[in-house]
Each structure stands twice: as structure tokens, then as C-alpha cells.
């Protein structure tokens, strides 16, 4: 496995991690690689291909074994990026779920990451999709 396809295979995961692709997810995954080379340069037929492959790999392999792969392709800061991306794919929808959490600890564990780094990552995302208004606001309080 290369690493175009690798960094692709850790962001499919994070987006069907409940074996369901919504519509949603995959615009959000999709989104999350439309500015990033190579993917931004690739043709529409070409991200579908190279979902397609993704998919078929998941399926004969699983997941675990699909991102144990994944893992040995990426360099070190490509593992970093590819956890940043999957932990804001799955943070973007609300609050990481405990599923997603334990998830999220498993990926970061196969790409090396400690557990402090990914915090780090993780903190991140809580502040991008913090709320704007303070709870007490939107529950109708003054």
C-alpha cells in the first residue's frame, strides 16, 4: 500500500468507523482532502477509483488489519496528520462519541501516536467545534 492510498484508508475509516457511510461523512471526508496534495490534482474518476480500492480492501481485510497496513505506509508526521484528520472528521458532528473515543485511542495507537500527542490533536478539534454561545444561552437561561 502507498501512502496516497494509506492517508486515504485511515480517513474512510474514520467516516463509516459504524460500518454506515452517510451522506454527510463523505462530503466531510471528501472536504478534508480536496485541498491536500495529491488529491486536490486528482480527477473526480481518480478519488472514485481510489475509494473504490479503499473499500475493497476494508471488506477482504477488515478494518484493523486495513489500518494496521495503513500504519507501516505513512512517515511519522503523515500518521500525525492522518490521526488530525480522522479525529476531526469524527469530532465534527458533535462530541466524539465513546465508540469514536475508543476508536480513536485504537488508530493512535497503530500509528505510533502517544497518548499525549493525540490529546494535543484532540484538544484542538474540541475548540474549533466548541459552541459560540454558552450553554446557559441556548437552554433559554438569561
Known amino acids: 500500500m502507498n501512502d496516497v492510498t494509506a492517508f486515504a484508508a485511515v480517513g474512510l ?3 463509516s468507523w459504524d460500518d454506515t457511510l452517510s451522506r454527510a461523512g463523505a462530503r466531510a471526508f471528501r472536504h478534508a482532502l480536496d485541498y491536500r496534495e495529491p488529491y ?16 475493497a480492501m476494508r471488506l477482504e481485510k477488515g478494518t484493523k488489519a486495513l489500518m494496521l497496513e495503513a ?3 505513512l512517515t ?3 500518521a500525525l496528520t492522518a490521526y488530525a484528520m480522522a479525529s476531526e472528521l469524527m469530532r465534527s458532528d458533535g462530541p466524539y462519541s465513546a465508540e469514536e473515543r ?9 500509528l505510533s501516536i502517544s497518548q499525549v500527542e ?3 490533536i484532540d484538544s484542538v478539534f474540541e475548540l474549533l467545534h466548541a459552541p459560540l454561545v454558552p450553554a446557559l444561552l441556548v437552554n433559554g437561561a438569561p
Open 13 to 15: 475509516t474514520a467516516v
Open 40 to 55: 486536490c490534482r486528482m480527477s473526480e474518476n481518480e478519488v472514485v477509483l481510489l475509494m473504490d480500492a479503499v473499500l
Open 71 to 73: 500504519a507501516k505506509a
Open 76 to 78: 511519522v508526521d503523515q
Open 102 to 110: 475508543r476508536r480513536l485511542d485504537l488508530l493512535a495507537l497503530m
Open 118 to 120: 493525540a490529546e494535543r
